[in-house]
């Protein structure tokens, strides 16, 4: 199995993006084609050790940044490290892909070049959220702002392929995002999508949920609009760091606070794990030929290399071939 890493891609990217690869490298065994300017990443893997035999370097001439419009960027950016990363999979020359940079040109650059699985009508972001189950995951998490019924129903089905051939979930729970948890509720496309989901035998719908039940872990799998489901993301990420910067304040505050601080170290390192992006990696954009892992753009080189055990996981447990059989038969 070979992982192509876009090199250039991200906040942090080539530094962090290496150390990542390298630790991916030793830890998992991964074997990785890296792209983007040879002569420094070259550089820059040189201060590690690791199995040289485990690395490929391809060379580009260009970098797809965060102010790039997305289908400028795949079609006046084909050299770039991202687009080359894409094109690997396309060629069948590596199994998944995973990049850092610009969201809006990954998921273009997904459509445009590795194309939809034949059925699905729109690919999704699928990305994990912290709840007291350990996770919840989140489809739509702002792939598509506009939806229809039948998006919101593919979403469920492929969050659980996801759930089950990833993650080890055992018949995994679907809710529906809405404003209230009685059936009936919402808009017309929750209402219409409701009655869509009831019905579907592929998944495990348990009904409406609300934004507040999804760190309950009220469902394994919850499902919404991009839109939506992109304020959620958005919203949990900046209540965890202004939880924990609240509680780095408070601890910090004096003597007393600092000795307190000591006797709930452990928990408080448990909890800011829990919260921590890097922990999940990164987000599979579920629905594409192919498999195609959004890391955080801020990643650092621990999220790096989880993205890479994830996308290693979501080939072995294909993924795409589960997705093509189910909703196939849609």
């Given at each position: ?47 590690y050790s690791f199995d040289k035999g485990n ?42 892909a995973v990049s850092a940079g610009n969201t ?76 209230g948890s009685e059936e009936g509720k919402g ?144």
């Open positions: 199995m070979k992982i192509a890493i876009d090199g250039m891609g991200g906040d942090h990217a080539p530094f962090s993006t290496v150390k990542g690869i390298v630790d991916a490298i030793n830890e998992y065994n991964a074997e990785i084609v890296v792209t983007g300017d040879k002569t420094v990443l070259e550089n820059e893997f040189a201060k690395l490929e370097i391809i060379h580009t001439t260009q970098v797809v940044t965060n102010d790039d419009k997305p289908v400028k960027a795949v079609k006046g950016k084909k050299d770039s490290s991202m687009m080359v990363a894409l094109e690997l999979v396309k060629n069948n020359k590596a199994d998944a809006g040109a990954l998921l273009a650059g997904g459509l445009l070049n590795i194309g939809r699985i034949a059925g699905v009508d729109r690919p999704a972001l699928c990305t994990a959220l912290p709840s007291k189950k350990g996770f919840t995951l989140l489809l739509d998490a702002g792939a598509n702002a506009d939806c229809k019924p039948i998006n919101i129903v593919q979403f469920g089905i492929m969050g659980s392929i996801y759930a089950r051939q990833v993650l080890d979930v055992k018949n995994p729970t679907v809710g529906l995002v809405n404003v808009n017309e496309l929750t209402k219409a999508a409701y009655e869509l989901l009831k019905e579907e035998k592929l998944i495990n719908f348990t009904g409406n949920i609300e934004a507040r039940d999804i760190p309950e872990g009220k469902a394994d799998v919850v499902v919404c609009d991009g839109f939506t489901g992109n304020v959620i993301l958005k919203l949990i990420e900046g209540v965890a760091d202004f939880l924990m910067g609240k509680l780095k304040n408070v601890f910090m505050s004096g003597l007393i606070s600092k000795l307190a601080a000591l006797l709930v170290k452990d928990g408080l390192k448990q909890m800011k794990s829990e919260l921590d992006y890097s922990e999940y990696g990164g987000a599979p954009f579920v629905g594409v030929d192919g498999a195609l892992i959004k890391a955080h753009g801020s990643s650092d080189a621990k999220a790096i290399k989880n993205a890479i055990g994830y996308a290693m996981k979501y080939v072995e447990g294909d993924v795409v071939g589960e997705i093509k059989n189910s909703i196939k038969g849609e």
